[in-house]
């Protein structure tokens, strides 16, 4: 293995152009942050992608699969001679394979910030906070133990806050981030507490101890943390599952998926980073990594997991047929994504044929970063365009925008799952794993495979053909090169990552896969797909009153639909009747009168007593001298008569 | 009529002792509180000497003692009546009542 210290670099150089931008950016004249942060980046990325050649192809391979490395390894926080919070970084195919997206997808989405931001105020603030992001998203997947990875995970949280409110004049912003902040936050609770238990449970933080330690059947400690505890789960099986909620959180897998359509007003390029490709996958990312642990000790656990994926994943999927503002559809069409790779990895087993969700899973969240990071790149240059979100305001802009045309098309057809772009592999690798485990599961993943293609290609339809919209033709055209060519290299990723041999890179027993594409079994998700595009084509391609139609025919349903199953009204509902009133409003009463009324009281003895005490300094000498007098007569009698 | 003793010279000192304690506290003005300390003090000289005449011949402690109360007596009054004039500067009175603002 050659020298890898210079690993640290790649997380720590954004880190030091989000502190120079974060301290002198308002120095620097024009564009030149813009430059500094994607110098930052591109060397990263650079270094990213060298250490993947290498890791893949040479020093990482050992004993006809791949090791996991742990290359730097610093004692942090030492408590005891067992437990011990090291800060460090574990090399293994999915941290090797994430890192490698991350600072990607972040050079993409720096090259394009510098178009589609030109000329913007705070450019310095931006692109600072893009490099904090990107710190804290490196720092995340290459960490070693759980409490590196924690901490991390709520700088990913800071910096998507601060993102999500950059333009924070507008209040919709401002709420969007405080709603997305709070959500993942008290999610996070929840891996908080799951964390504490496992490293209860295993006596460690460190990935690889607790995989050792919790998946060692014949060992007699592993006896003790898999009896059941608290409501009939083991010690192992309440801290997955704690963990799993913080992994839901960031995910916005449901019923925590309320933040992601909100989150959308931030800045496009940032929701093309960190709402689509990196952010919310860290999720599935946080149980690939423990997914021995789950796999081995709590299989049970995996079904709830496959349960909230492929429900979350056909949820959004309805709900992306309905709205109108570009952004949201991307947002719902993300969380029926990430809804794919979790139940991918639900229906996985550990090793092996059986580890092939695992793989499909992994290959899905590659492929997703690729195509969605277009897709929201390519959503960012249409509203460049026309200066609206709505869908309404679009139409006809396929002349105008030809390459964003061309990019869009590609992406759409990629997460479609139409062969031979990228989607289509990770679709298909997802869907026999589903098939192999659970029927029911399949079904439904295939009809939310229909509604994918349906609902990406209402976007594009109405989007790029149709007529043009009420304020389509006074906008710009295309912007200028720094937001194409993002565009065109994404797109090629988007057509060119299916045919990435990734069973040979990333399995769950880190020993190569053979995958196999059955024709018989393509057909039916590639003919669903076609149908979906098809509908959407006879639909949105020209202007009918169809869509309206139909809209009208289903009345409540539809309105329940567009309305997103009115969860945000439950959710308000809740906090405002139940949280303030039972739990705030009691809360309030107690600081008010019982903590508040302690502190007064505290403060109106002393007044009161200082009011009878102050009489005696009257001013006047002779009455002082009295009491002297008066002391002393006192004091010689006592003197006299008691000693 | 026999030759004075020392509870003679004991009862002028405790008397000019009480008469300098009433004056101190009952008169308003501070050059009279100020001779009456000066009584006091004086009271106090009496006792030293007394002492020392009657019960330490040999020995002459009392009288220096007396001799350094004396001076200390002298310098004493000397701050006081800085003070008071000071106070007559700035009150235009020498009414001890006048110098109640000490309080604040």
């Not at chain 1, 229909?450 to 919209?469: C, E, K, S, V």
Request: proline share 4%; hydrophobic share 55%.
């Amino acid at each position: 293995m050659p020298d890898t210290t210079y690993l640290y670099l790649i997380p720590f150089l954004p880190l030091a152009g989000f502190a120079c931008l974060g301290l002198f950016g308002r120095r620097f004249p024009g564009q030149t942050s813009g430059w500094l942060a994607t110098a930052c980046i591109a060397v990263s990325a650079a270094m990213a992608l060298s250490t993947a050649f290498g890791y893949f192809s040479d020093w990482g391979r050992e004993g006809g699969g791949y090791a996991s490395l742990q290359p730097i390894d610093v004692p942090w926080l030492v408590f005891t001679e067992e437990l011990a919070i090291h800060l460090g970084v574990l090399l293994d195919p999915i941290s090797v394979m994430m890192i490698c997206i991350v600072t990607f997808v972040s050079l993409m989405v720096h090259v394009y910030s510098l178009g589609y931001l030109k000329g913007a105020d705070r450019l310095p603030t931006y692109f600072a906070f893009l490099g904090l992001f990107t710190f804290s998203m490196l720092g995340l997947v290459m960490s070693s133990n759980l409490f590196q990875m924690y901490i991390c995970w709520e700088l990913v949280g800071v910096s998507s806050f601060l993102l999500i409110g950059f333009y924070f004049s507008s209040p919709a912003a401002v709420a969007a981030s405080k709603k997305a902040f709070i959500v993942t936050r008290f999610a996070d609770l929840g891996f908080l507490i799951g964390i504490l238990i496992l490293g209860e449970g295993a006596d460690s933080y460190d990935f690889l101890t607790i995989i050792e330690r919790l998946t060692a059947t014949m060992d007699p400690n592993y006896a003790a943390v898999m009896a059941p505890t608290f409501l009939g789960f083991s010690v192992i099986g309440w801290g997955l599952g704690l963990v799993f909620i913080g992994g839901m959180g960031k995910s916005a897998m449901f019923p925590l998926h309320i933040w992601l359509p909100d989150a959308m007003e931030g800045p496009t390029p940032v929701s093309a980073l960190i709402h689509a490709a990196t952010m919310v996958v860290a999720g599935v990312f946080l149980v690939a990594r423990l997914f021995p642990v789950y796999a081995v000790s709590v299989p049970e656990l995996l079904s709830w997991v496959t349960l909230i994926g492929v429900f979350s994943a056909l949820f959004a999927a309805v709900i992306a047929c309905t709205q109108t503002d570009i952004k949201r559809v991307l947002a719902y069409s993300t969380m029926s994504q990430i809804g794919f790779m979790m139940f991918a990895l639900g229906v996985s087993g550990y090793g092996g044929e059986a580890g092939l969700g695992y793989m499909a899973s992994q290959f899905h969240l590659f492929t997703h970063a690729l195509f969605k990071a277009l897709l929201f790149l390519c959503a960012g240059a249409v509203i460049h365009a026309v200066h609206s979100n709505e869908l309404k305001d679009m139409g006809g802009l396929r002349h105008r925008l030809p390459v964003t045309h061309a990019c869009f098309l590609i992406a759409c057809l990629a997460i479609a799952g139409l062969p031979p772009l990228a989607g289509f592999f990770s679709k298909e690798e997802i869907l026999l794993a589903a098939y192999q485990r659970n029927h029911t599961v399949f079904y439904l993943a295939l009809a939310t495979s229909g509604l994918t293609a349906f609902y990406m290609f209402r976007l594009y339809f109405n989007i790029f053909w149709g007529q043009g919209g009420a304020t389509g033709h006074h906008g710009h055209g295309e912007g200028g090169g720094f937001m194409m060519v993002p565009l065109v290299i994404l797109s090629m990723g988007a057509i060119g990552a299916g045919f990435v041999p990734f069973g040979q890179f990333v399995t769950s027993d880190r020993l190569p896969l053979e995958t196999h594409l059955h024709l018989g079994f393509s057909i039916a998700p590639v003919a669903l797909g076609l149908a979906g595009i098809g509908l959407a084509a006879l639909l949105y391609r020209k202007p009918s009153p169809l869509p309206g139609q139909i809209a009208s025919r289903l009345g409540a349903v539809y309105e329940t639909v567009y309305d997103r199953f009115y969860v945000d009204e439950l959710y308000q509902f809740v906090t405002k009747q139940v949280v303030f009133r039972c739990i705030g409003a009691p809360a309030a009463w107690v600081d008010r009168h019982v903590v508040n009324g302690l502190v007064d009281f505290t403060g109106n003895t002393a007044l009161k007593l200082s009011e009878t005490v102050k009489g005696l300094q009257s001013g006047r000498v002779q009455q002082y001298a009295l009491v002297f007098l008066c002391g002393l007569l006192l004091l010689g009698l006592l003197l006299m008569y008691i000693f | 009529m026999t030759e004075p003793g020392l509870p003679h010279l004991l009862f002028i000192g405790a008397a000019l002792f009480f008469i300098g304690v009433f004056g101190f506290l009952t008169r308003r003005n501070l050059i009279t509180m100020l001779m009456s300390v000066e009584l006091v003090l004086n009271s106090v000289c009496i006792n030293f000497v007394a002492f020392n005449r009657y019960l330490w011949q040999e020995r002459l402690d009392g009288v220096f003692i007396t001799i350094f109360i004396i001076a200390i007596a002298a310098a004493e009054a000397a701050v006081a009546i800085a003070i008071i004039i000071h106070l007559y500067r700035s009150h235009r009175t020498i009414d001890v009542g006048a110098a109640e603002d000490m309080k604040h």
